[in-house]
Antibody
Framework: QVTLRESGPALVKPTQTLTLTCTFSGFSLSTSGMCVSWIRQPPGKALEWLARIDWDDDKYYSTSLKTRLTISKDTSKNQVVLTMTNMDPVDTATYYC???????????????WGQGTLVTVSS | EIVLTQSPGTLSLSPGERATLSCRASQSVSSSYLAWYQQKPGQAPRLLIYGASSRATGIPDRFSGSGSGTDFTLTISRLEPEDFAVYYCQQYGSSQVTFGQGTKVEIK
């Protein structure tokens, strides 16, 4: 059974750095084709993709947020960590992590999501 | 960056009716990289369709996806009460992922 759970602070101040952890079970991020992404959703708005890390440690970032994001993994702990620097009130959102499978045919499947964690940026 | 435009923004329908949701891309998207999600209030998105037309595990066959290139469609053949929600399309391209702005399917 695949599960993912996001954890991190519920409240951060402007200019601070946000660190979120995705702890997962039911799969290994060292298995070929496995990846984890971070996605966020401001209240009442659409989904926005942030970053992805692959089983081979390849990393991809949103072009618009690339300078502020860092994604990393700890395979032994089944965790993926996302840091976002210089937080602003517009970054207030629910942050989700999700598992991605890339099949041998190249089909990309984001099949499991965490329940999300709401992060509010306010002084 | 590929921009996905979903239409309509809101679809007002009755249970039992057919829903047709559109997702148009600003440039061609590989069908392998197009997915649809359902999201209900307070919940994480749920994968419905991947590879443009393959249903995810456990998704009822009233949900179907079609399309290629820049035009994709999600069809719900007969709306059930639990289908009223927001639907998003998503694409993976050049290592960048984008979502549409969503279509809300509401009860008429």
């Amino acid at each position: 059974q695949v599960t993912l759970r996001e954890s991190g602070p519920a409240l951060v101040k402007p200019t601070q750095t946000l660190t979120l952890t995705c702890t997962f079970s039911g799969f290994s991020l060292s298995t070929s084709g496995m990846c984890v992404s971070w996605i966020r959703q401001p209240p009442g708005k659409a989904l926005e993709w942030l970053a992805r890390i692959d089983w081979d440690d390849d990393k991809y970032y949103s072009t618009s947020l690339k300078t502020r994001l860092t994604i990393s993994k700890d395979t032994s702990k089944n965790q993926v960590v996302l840091t976002m620097t210089n937080m602003d009130p517009v970054d207030t959102a629910t942050y989700y992590c999700a598992r991605i499978r890339v099949t041998i045919f190249g089909v990309v499947i984001t099949d499991y999501w965490g329940q999300g964690t709401l992060v509010t940026v306010s002084s | 960056e590929i921009v996905l435009t979903q239409s309509p923004g809101t679809l007002s329908l009755s249970p039992g009716e057919r829903a047709t949701l559109s997702c148009r891309a600003s440039q061609s998207v590989s069908s392998s990289y197009l997915a649809w999600y359902q999201q209900k209030p307070g919940q994480a998105p749920r994968l419905l369709i991947y590879g443009a037309s393959s249903r995810a595990t456990g998704i009822p066959d009233r949900f179907s996806g079609s399309g290629s290139g820049t035009d994709f469609t999600l069809t719900i053949s007969r709306l059930e009460p639990e289908d009223f929600a927001v639907y998003y399309c998503q694409q993976y391209g050049s290592s960048q992922v984008t979502f549409g702005q969503g279509t809300k399917v509401e009860i008429k």
